[in-house]
């Protein structure tokens, strides 16, 4: 019998990949959006790639949208055994270009969205005594990022949620997993890098700085660069390993600054780092 998989924000990049590889892996895959006018690309590369996907909708934002979209998978398939949460937002600026509208609209998204899924399908998978739940993060839920004050913030609650949660669900027969990719070749990145910061007055204060940011990240990003197929590779390890890992760093790069936060209890080696970025 077919593991189902239920994952998050498929219409691009990562979620899209990891239900193509996922099922590959020999998944049932649930491939959700909020949109699902916009699943196309989704199911070109499925039929490319000779599999199959329920596509269903799914707003991490809205509790009815989620409870609906548990119903349903239940309801044609009788059981969970994965969740993916995937679906997430940028949000460039820095804490006084960012408004708290824009603020909570992230939280909502990257942190409350990961809650609200996870808490629809824990009890699922806590009757079954089996399943696993993996989120992906991102090494700026682990590195506070110049000019991604409200992205890290809600990445970072991530990483605290997961991180408290996992030992409690281990006795429950659930595993826990954060997965954490650096730079990945995405829509996500170009239109996050594409949207200017608000308040225009404070672009004397901020934009050389900021200007200096982009280049650098345009660099690291055409240097470094991961591909969404590279982190669903990933998520497969993960989603079929007999024991996995709490954690899943997703390239070298990552490993090595992560490695640099874990060696440096002062954080002075970190700030000096980011702060490079801004000259």
């Known amino acids: 019998m077919s593991r189902i ?11 899209l990949s990891s239900a193509i590889h996922l099922a590959r892996a020999g998944f049932q895959v649930v ?4 949109n699902v006018a916009k699943a196309g690309p989704l199911q070109e590369r499925a039929r490319a790639e000779g599999v199959s996907l329920d596509i269903l909708p799914l707003d991490v934002e809205s509790d009815s949208s989620v409870q609906d979209c548990v119903r349903e998978v239940l309801g044609r398939h009788g059981r969970i055994d994965l969740l ?4 997430g937002a940028g949000q460039l ?8 509208e824009q603020v909570r609209q992230t939280m909502e998204v990257n942190f409350f969205g990961v809650w609200r899924v996870t808490r629809a399908v824990f009890p699922v998978m806590r009757e ?3 399943g696993r739940i993996l989120t992906v993060t991102s090494v700026g839920g682990l590195l506070g990022h110049v000019f991604n004050d409200a992205y890290c913030a809600a990445k970072f609650a991530c990483e605290g949620f997961l991180e408290s949660l996992a030992p409690v669900a281990r006795q429950l027969g659930i595993q826990v997993v954060a997965i954490e990719p650096g730079a990945v070749k995405t829509e996500f990145v170009a239109n996050v890098l594409a949207r200017s910061p608000g308040h225009p007055e404070l672009a004397p204060v901020y934009q050389p700085m900021l200007e200096a940011y982009m280049a650098a990240a345009r660099e690291s990003y055409a240097q470094h660069t991961q591909t969404g197929d590279d982190v669903a590779k990933v998520i497969v390890e993960a989603a079929t390993a007999e024991t996995p890992h709490f954690r899943y760093v997703t390239s070298e790069l990552v490993r090595s600054l992560v490695s640099r936060k874990y060696t440096d209890p002062t954080g002075d080696s970190i700030l000096a780092m980011m702060g490079s970025r801004l000259t």
């Not at 998989?5 to 979620?15: D, K, N, P």
């Not at 491939?31 to 909020?34: N, S």
């Not at 600026?93 to 708290?100: A, D, I, K, T, Y």
């Open 84 to 87: 993916v949460n995937n679906a």
């Open 31 to 34: 491939a959700t959006q909020r």
């Open 5 to 15: 998989a239920l994952i998050t924000g498929t219409s691009t990049g990562i979620g």
């Open 128 to 130: 079954q005594r089996s």
């Open 93 to 100: 600026g820095s804490m006084e270009q960012v408004s708290l």
